[in-house]
């Protein structure tokens, strides 16, 4: 009777508890599922989000005061990708182009000194000669036109900054937009004439005195344009614990 008794303790079944091969059963189907359910379809939405952003439209930070007084520091300015061409998503490469950059407008692109994308105005195309005359500019041997600047603009610029600035409105075509210079700081107000070649732009900061732009680091070829900036989305004030600035939120650039 005890060789009975052994040999059914022996052959009793386990407890489904003590197999851990059926742990791992239970649990094959739960995370394929989650895989299936939840985290494949978020994947695709991050990988798609992203792509069109690379190719489509984006918006971009302007962390540094260039492109004062049209432009702040704290904006985030709307990019339009597909103002002038069709790229590769996350390259430079252009499956297709329609347009051209065009004189006075704003846009974005690598920097070719350093690959950092960049907020500055066009103002020189292939072809046209640039000069910088103590900051007064010339385009293909002649003056461009210059007038006081609206009140409104200058007021946007913190009180106790617009007395060490001087502000004019520039005209490049029909239309102004707002330029200012810093009297006090070392800058290079004279340069060129320069000579555009094919496929170049010459962009400068609004801000003529405190930017970096062609000046330092010639034109830009124009396969590293991203896209065209035409309006402010969000604006927060940096020097109040990024407080939102609403009245330029979704505001025209000028």
């Given at each position: 009777?005890?060789?009975?008794r ?12 003590s ?5 791992t059963t ?10 299936r ?6 994947l695709?939405i991050?990988l ?6 690379s190719a489509?439209a984006?918006?971009?930070d302007?962390?540094?005061?260039s ?14 990708k597909l ?6 998503p ?10 051209d ?12 000194a350093?690959?950092q994308?960049?907020v500055k105005?066009v ?9 910088l ?26 009180a ?9 409105s ?7 937009h707002?330029?200012?210079?810093t ?5 290079r107000r004279?340069f060129?004439?320069t ?6 732009y010459f ?7 405190n930017?970096l732009?062609?000046?330092?680091f ?5 396969e ?6 035409t309006a402010?989305?969000?604006?927060f ?18």
């Amino acid at each position: 009777m005890s060789g009975g008794r052994i040999r059914r303790t022996l052959n009793a079944p386990r407890s489904q508890g003590s197999n851990p091969g059926m742990k791992t059963t239970r649990w094959k189907p739960a995370a394929h599922r989650f895989w299936r359910e939840w985290l494949k379809p978020g994947l695709v939405i991050v990988l798609v989000t992203t792509a069109l952003r690379s190719a489509l439209a984006d918006w971009n930070d302007v962390p540094t005061g260039s492109m004062k007084p049209s432009i702040l520091e704290g904006d985030r300015v709307w990019v339009n990708k597909l103002a002038y061409d069709l790229k590769v998503p996350f390259t430079t490469w252009h499956l297709a182009e329609w347009s051209d950059p065009q004189r006075g407008e704003v846009v974005v692109f690598f920097s070719p000194a350093n690959g950092q994308r960049l907020v500055k105005r066009v103002i020189g195309l292939p072809g046209d000669t640039v000069e910088l005359r103590d900051n007064r500019l010339f385009l293909n041997g002649r003056a461009v036109d210059y007038d006081s600047l609206d009140t409104v603009i200058v007021n946007a610029i913190p009180a106790v900054q617009q007395s060490r600035h001087a502000f004019a409105s520039e005209r490049l075509t029909e239309r102004r937009h707002p330029v200012m210079a810093t009297p006090a700081l070392p800058a290079r107000r004279s340069f060129g004439p320069t000579a555009i070649p094919a496929g170049h732009y010459f962009m400068l900061g609004d801000n003529r005195d405190n930017s970096l732009d062609s000046r330092y680091f010639g034109p830009v070829p124009r396969e590293q344009i991203v896209g065209r900036s035409t309006a402010v989305v969000l604006s927060f004030d940096r020097e109040r614990w990024f407080a939102p600035r609403w009245a330029r939120c979704f505001t025209a650039i000028p």
